[in-house]
């Protein structure tokens, strides 16, 4: 009987001690128990206020000072769709201009049938972007005097021209190039003139640049360091088979060109 007296006022003794270190424990850390307490009361009147009825109305509270508060889901239930858009892709670096001679000008150069230079400039220049295109290359058709001539900086820029309709002689016949004096066009000259005549089998016309070719008013307009060349396919007269049924071909010879500067044949 003794023994179990004993081991009562243990357990007495150890519940004793026991709510002492709770209510110390308690009164030690009031400041922080009450952050929580109140914390979590605020999260529970969050949470029911926010809360959308069950049919996903907004109600509607009219206090006594008619002041009206509305509440509603603070989501929307959409229906389940299949993602079928991918993201865009990020436009290639590479940026080549390519001016269609006289377009939105004038007509150029007209042969007596009304074929115009224009018209030839225009089908070689979107015969050439096409191909660039194919290749990855980002190109820019560009107008005679368009303005995003004004500071375009890309990696070349290259004007499509053609020559006279009229008959001189035998020998007019052939292209020409003329690269911009403002800024380094060397590889650029060199590349289009290589591929030109390789595609084309035509011959390098040099003795017929004009002043307009060589301070061409494009030059001017670039962003300096922008490289940059002027090129008459060929005659209309005597190259008119080439610049018109083959067409492929010239444009071909200044695509590969393009490619050849951009370190890509």
């Known amino acids: 009987m003794r023994y179990n007296i004993d081991i009562m006022q243990r357990e007495n003794q150890d519940i004793a001690t026991n709510n002492f270190f709770l209510w110390r424990f308690i009164v030690q850390n009031m400041p922080a128990l009450l952050f929580l307490l109140l914390a979590a009361g605020g999260m529970m009147a969050t949470y029911f206020f926010f809360t959308p009825a069950a049919n996903g109305q907004a109600s509607a509270v009219v206090l006594p000072d008619r002041q009206v508060i509305l509440s509603g ?152 360091g922008t490289p940059a060349i002027i090129i008459e396919t060929g005659f209309m007269n005597l190259d008119r088979e080439m610049l018109t049924v083959n067409a492929e071909k010239p444009a071909t010879g200044i695509a590969n060109g393009i490619l050849c500067f951009l370190g890509e044949r």
Do not use: W
Request: hydrophobic share 40%.
């Open 73 to 224: 889901p603070i989501f929307k239930l959409l229906p389940a769709r299949a993602v079928i858009q991918r993201f865009a892709q990020s436009l290639p670096p590479t940026r080549i201009a390519i001016i269609s001679g006289h377009m939105n000008n004038d007509a150029g150069a007209v042969c007596d049938d009304g074929l115009t230079e224009a018209q030839v400039n225009l089908d070689i220049a979107l015969r050439v972007a096409e191909q660039l295109r194919e290749r990855g290359v980002r190109v820019l058709i560009f107008a005679e005097f368009d303005p995003r001539l004004t500071n375009f900086s890309g990696d070349a820029l290259i004007s499509i021209h053609a020559d006279s309709c009229n008959y001189v002689n035998d020998l007019a016949t052939g292209f020409k190039i003329s690269p911009s004096p403002i800024s380094d066009s060397e590889t650029l000259y060199n590349c289009v003139e290589s591929e030109y005549e390789a595609a084309t089998g035509m011959t390098f016309h040099a003795n017929t640049i004009t002043p307009d070719m060589a301070d061409y008013h494009a030059f001017r307009e670039l962003a300096v």
